[in-house]
């Protein structure tokens, strides 16, 4: 299956928690924190501007993104979670 998703919007699939502490304590589903970063799966054509162009996103697939923590929509799809963002609500692009 695939979505696609409108204007300015970039559907994530977030990355997997951690499941150790640096000092290599195993943590329980319960305690681990909320993960943050992402890979895009699908970006959106763009926002139209008011002169009717579309602005370019600034996102594409597979880059490793940074979101705000109580950002987006959590959706499921066919068992997979994805969070769906507006491009503006990212904080930034991994870079390696």
Known sequence: MKLRPLDDRVVIKPLEAQEKTAGGIFLPDTAREKQQIGKVVWAG???VNDDGKRNAMSVKKNDEVIYGKYMGNEVEIEG?????????DLLGIIEK
């Open 80 to 88: 997979e979670k994805y969070v769906i963002v507006r491009e503006s």
């Open 45 to 47: 054509p763009g926002k």
